[in-house]
């Protein structure tokens, strides 16, 4: 799979570093960075925004600045195309829900419409593509600055001066969770692939500027407004009742906005490189799958209430799985060597899912380390291993026991789940299974020249 540049600048200057810097933050600022802001704040106060805003600038500037062989990361997107083109699929479905949740009720009636119709407007001014790409980034980073100038205000912000002692270990669950998911998910991601081998020699400077300076900002102002879009979750029209249309408008336009330009240029990645006679049957697949979270948007909006959440939180919280466990433990059990057999991806995130449900969704934060660890140690199996026993009664009982975890207030250390985590810590004899990566007759040697 190839990514064609965006345009191949002539020399390196500071001016084109910015503008891959812009298109490099208009193509992250997501659904996440524009929202989960304001679910933290409302939970955990501003160090819930700290433990969030680091880690994803951090993990995703470190793509651009480690230095990477430009052969092992052509070799990434032709033997993992499928990943990336996954992660593209799901990245656009995850916008399209937001729109039709969030967008629909900072602009009812009109939002959703308007963020498709931008979004066509702009496929089809960036495909193919050419120098068009960055100055339509400049312009949509400057409405965005400009519009969130406007909105945005300090006074409502709840900036706690201390934090409990029973809080510092779920921000630490926490911050653990963003770094697996930040430092990895770039890998993935096209638009990164695209902006790094088109911005060449001074791709690091675009990284540095993209992240530490534009994103950085933009995640302030998620800061700001993160107390005002708070009651949008239970009721669509707080903010209507409350007085404050004008704020509400300006930010669903900035949020109509950025997601447009998401939605475009994953687009763009999702079926640029297909072959003529493939085109029509990814796209009609694409837009199938599509009406799932369009109607999970619409859904939304209905009073509904799961695990005392409301139904539209619900959504997107699991929509925040991919990104928190199974594209990140891909890229780390599947990309990065020492590589594990598929077999042992797909069980190891299936064990986490468990935990990561109850810690997502039933708030249950602590989970997030057990979780995380089980991917972890998931890659010190031998490179040619069977699942383990413990592995196989860990699955069952989690089959088993979600039911009632579900409906639990609290998971005790007695309780299944605390059990069978216990379980993972048992030896059984290992078998060989088939490789993960397509290259399973390459060397290790030759599989860790290939990323480094």
Known sequence: MTTAPLTVPGRSSLGSAVAYGAFLACSWTWCIGMFLPVLLVRDYGIWGWIVFAIPNVVGAAAMGLIPRNEQSLRNLLAQHRSATRLFSLVTIAFHLFFNGWIIRRLLPGYGPSLTIALAILMYLIISPPTRRDLLLSIIVLAISFLALSLATDLKDVNFPR?????????????????????????????TFHRARRSAGAFAPRAFVFGFFAFFAMILFFSLRYATFLAPLLTDPSALESAGTPGAAIILGLYMSLQSAFTIAVHWRELIGNLASANRGRTIALAVAVFLVPVILGIVS???????????????????????ALYFPAYVYLCIIPRRTSFLVYAVAVILATPLFF?????????????ALAIVLLAKLLPLRASVPFPFRVYLCASVVTMPALWQAPNVSASSPVAATVQALTRSSARS?????TNTTSKSSASRTASWA
């Open 162 to 190: 201390s934090i409990s002692l029973q809080s510092t270990p779920i921000l630490f669950s926490l911050a653990a969770s963003c770094f697996f998911g930040f430092l990895l998910c770039p890998y993935l991601d096209l």
């Open 301 to 323: 909006q209905e009073p509904l209430r799961f695990f005392g959440l409301a139904g539209g939180e619900v959504f997107y919280r699991c929509f925040m799985g991919f990104y």
């Open 358 to 370: 109850a810690a997502f969704i039933l708030n249950h934060m602590l989970l997030l380390l057990p």
């Open 432 to 436: 060989p299974s088939p490789r993960c």
